[in-house]
């Protein structure tokens, strides 16, 4: 018995020992087998989170390029942004912390929490933009608070500054924050949420020669993503700098004639095609862009019927008027329709049909050859030569000369104009031509549409004996170690159609009109400096019953003044274009304008280049 005991114990004791060590050795396999799950298969996954969470990579913002006049003149640096981040994983309690945060610095709580309310699947560990530029003030309360903060940052970030705001604005251009649909088109150039490019003018223009390469950092931060230590730095590199064509003295005083005035001045050098001066007006600050423009102030830009935000030099279009009777005589001299000899009486009128086509001077100009016409603005004459060339033929030599599309400067969204023909009018309207219709685009009315540059881009042709450039916005970028990357050569864009001979005839003319007694400019003459020039007065709407300009009208119908010039008459050095909307006349108007511009031009030798 005692024996049986013994064996029954014995059995009992070993199965108890062998469950034992089989739970034991159960235990050991799962530990073993999750520190084996945990160090060979998902090992990689942890350390990385391991790391992420004491060292961080922080992308470091590069510095954009510097943008100068033709003179070495600053137009445009960087000035230090300091912008609050918020680390949401770092900033829990979040919604107290924002509560603080709101405290300290007196920003409204509300616009913290709608700029994190779309982050919320983000990065844990990915900084999110709270409030750019929040200054010194600020910045100052924030880190006096930094321990009371867990998870809040402050960056400082190079942002754009526009040293003379509201100057050369529409050929500057602007910065703004890339839109989800820029973020996608760019996403391979290394473009993220939050960074600035070019939207408009030179910046969005040269924005690849003007954005430089993003740094980095590699920091050790504490568990409340305060840095603790600095590991490792990638410079960012900077961008290009840019030196225009532009005269930023010329430019200003341009701004400044313009003051409460709508219109356009450019300039450029009919040896190169470079342009010395851009200025549409009114302007508009484009540091108010960089800083976050509110949808008030976009609003009013966007409805004020002046359109501050269209680059009128380039987008606006006019009927060229009287300016445009350079292509007639053009055309009727190299058609044969007449030569330097022929002339036309006016007797004030032209009359064609049963009805009365008036010239702008009542009593008539009397007999005109075409130089005489050309000098005063005879509209007569150019109705004889318009309804002797018809309307295709004048459309051919206006295209020849570079007028119903785009000149091909470096700007987005330029217009193209409008010059008409036959088969334009039957496509466009669904109606035939009227011959009375070609006498309106003879003296560059009816359906005639220019912008100024195309028009200063003609004139510069004339004033250089015939040659067509391309107008060109920039001379050269140079690289931050002063290497130069790119340099702007002149490019010829063909001739005018128009030989030597006639070419002088039209030229003739042009100087007669500044420096003829009966000039329709005479009153803008330069002592000193011979100037050619042609005014233009573009009709808004017909006045009065029989065209008089006798009739009271309302300001926003008065006629637009035109004049575009060169300057000297011989070798030009400046060709000038101004359009003053409705200005009226442009001999009082706009020739005062390009006169003070030349003058200053040519007789303090601005045009020196760096």
Not at 230 to 239: D, H, I, N, R
Not at 292 to 307: A, F, M
Request: overall charge positive.
């Amino acid at each position: 018995m005692s024996n049986y005991l013994k064996t029954v114990d014995g059995d009992w004791f070993d199965r108890r020992l062998a469950g034992a060590m089989f739970w034991i050795l159960a235990a050991f396999i799962l530990l073993t087998g999750r520190l084996f799950y945990l160090q060979m298969i998902e090992g990689k996954e942890l350390r990385r989170l391991s790391q992420y969470n004491c060292i961080r990579i922080q992308s470091v913002a590069s510095s954009r390029g510097l943008i100068f006049d033709r003179n070495g003149q600053l137009l445009v640096d960087n000035r230090p942004s300091f912008d609050l981040n918020i680390i949401l994983k770092d900033a829990k309690p979040v919604d107290q912390t924002l509560a603080k945060l709101a405290g300290y610095t007196g920003f409204p709580l509300a616009e913290f929490k709608k700029n994190i309310k779309n982050i919320k699947r983000a990065p844990g560990y990915k900084a999110t933009l709270l409030k750019s530029d929040i200054g010194r003030n600020m910045l100052a309360i924030v880190e006096a608070h930094k321990y009371d903060l867990p998870g809040v940052d402050v960056s400082v970030v190079p942002l754009r500054n526009y040293i003379h705001p509201q100057n050369a604005s529409h050929l500057l251009g602007y910065l703004g924050q890339i839109n989800p649909d820029e973020l996608k088109r760019y996403a391979h150039a290394g473009y993220k949420s939050g960074d600035y490019l070019g939207k408009f003018g030179v910046e969005k223009t040269y924005e690849n020669f003007l954005r430089g390469k993003r740094g980095g950092r590699q920091v050790e931060v504490n568990a409340t993503g305060q840095v603790i230590r600095v590991l490792e730095t990638v410079e960012p590199q900077a961008g290009s700098n840019l030196y225009l064509t532009i005269d930023q003295n010329l430019q200003e005083l341009a701004e400044d004639l313009l003051k409460d005035k709508a219109g356009a001045v450019v300039a450029m050098d009919p040896g190169t095609g470079e342009v010395l001066v851009m200025a549409s007006s009114p302007s508009f600050d484009q540091n108010e862009f960089v800083s976050g423009l509110s949808h008030e102030k976009w609003n009013s830009l966007i409805s004020n019927p002046l359109r501050p935000m269209a680059n009128k030099a380039i987008q606006a279009e006019y009927p060229p008027a009287s300016t445009y009777k350079i292509v007639t005589a053009m055309a009727g001299l190299m058609e044969g329709v007449i030569d330097e000899n022929t002339t036309f009486y006016c007797p004030g009128f032209f009359k064609f049909g049963d009805r009365i086509f008036r010239c702008w001077k009542k009593a008539g100009h009397g007999k005109m050859n075409v130089v005489q016409a050309l000098t005063e603005s005879c509209d007569v004459f150019f109705y004889h030569v318009g309804e002797e060339l018809g309307v295709d033929k004048l459309a051919k030599y206006a295209k020849a000369c570079g007028l119903g599309s785009p000149t091909g400067i470096d700007l987005a969204n330029e217009s193209k104009g409008l010059i008409p023909t036959k088969a334009w009018k039957k496509s466009r309207v669904g109606e035939k031509w009227y011959k009375g219709e070609t006498l309106s685009i003879a003296i560059g009315q009816g359906y005639n549409l220019t912008t100024p540059l195309q028009m200063l881009a003609l004139t510069a042709a004339v004033g250089n004996m015939g040659i067509r450039y391309k107008p060109i916005i920039i001379q050269k970028a140079v690289s931050a170690e002063g290497e130069i990357i790119f340099q702007q050569k002149p490019v010829q864009l063909g001739k005018l159609p128009v030989s030597r001979e006639i070419l002088e005839i039209i030229r003739q003319g042009l100087w007669a009109v500044v420096n003829s007694k009966k000039g329709t400019a005479r009153r803008s003459r330069i002592v000193g400096i011979d100037m050619s020039g042609k005014t233009g007065t573009a009709q808004v709407v017909r006045r009065g019953k029989n065209g008089s300009d006798d009739d009271e009208i309302a300001e926003h119908h008065k006629d637009h003044a035109w004049f575009v010039a060169y300057a000297p008459s011989e070798n030009p050095k400046i060709a000038v274009t101004v359009i003053v909307e409705h200005g009226e006349h442009g001999s009082s108007t706009a020739a005062p304008i390009a006169k003070r511009l030349i003058e200053t031009f040519l007789s303090k030798g601005t045009e020196s280049d760096v």
